[in-house]
């Protein structure tokens, strides 16, 4: 058997997003589309773990992966207690699926495709926010062009 050279510094930090991620929980729903002859598949709820404008990583208690196109459904918490919550419609497609016993259940890649209604506006001003609110209160930014990890002791506090 040959064995297979691989140079791991190639992988390690390894990020092919181009804009900012945020570190942000946000819950979803994954709703795939039927098909006529195959089996019905159920909606699977999950929370993003990372987020960005091109797509987010989410985190479910099951391999939902498909190779198909799904529609994901993002919760945006109400900007005021009075206010309704608004729902982000996407099209996706995921791109990768990993078990993640640190995160005790699988985390799944998606790539947005196309937003529905204002959908985009909404999910760039909830960023915006996030962005701002997290400046001191230490969130970890990451995109290829700015790696930047806060000080231990100013992120916020873990549940």
């Known amino acids: 058997m040959e064995a297979i050279a691989m140079n791991a510094s ?3 930090g390894a990020d092919r997003r181009e804009c900012t991620r945020v ?3 946000l819950r979803l729903a994954v ?3 039927q098909h006529s002859g195959r089996p019905y598949r159920p909606i699977h709820h999950g ?4 987020i960005c404008m091109s797509g987010l990583s989410m985190i479910v208690d099951e391999n939902v992966f498909d ?3 799904v529609t994901i459904l993002l919760a945006l918490p109400p ?3 009075w206010a309704s919550q608004k729902i982000i419609t996407s099209i996706a497609r995921m791109t990768y699926a990993i078990r993640s016993s640190k995160l005790n259940g699988y985390k799944i890649g998606v ?4 937003f529905k209604q204002d959908g985009q506006a909404l999910l760039e001003a909830s960023l915006r926010r996030a962005l701002k609110k997290a400046g001191a209160a230490g969130m970890q930014i990451t995109s290829a062009r700015l790696r930047a990890r806060l000080s231990r002791d100013s992120q916020p506090p873990r549940c």
Not at 47 to 50: R, V
Not at 111 to 114: I, K, M, P, R
């Open 10 to 12: 190639q992988w390690k």
């Open 23 to 25: 570190r942000l929980q």
């Open 31 to 33: 709703v795939y589309p």
């Open 47 to 50: 929370k993003s773990h990372d």
């Open 67 to 69: 190779e198909g196109k």
């Open 79 to 81: 900007l005021h207690p």
């Open 111 to 114: 790539a947005f495709l196309e």
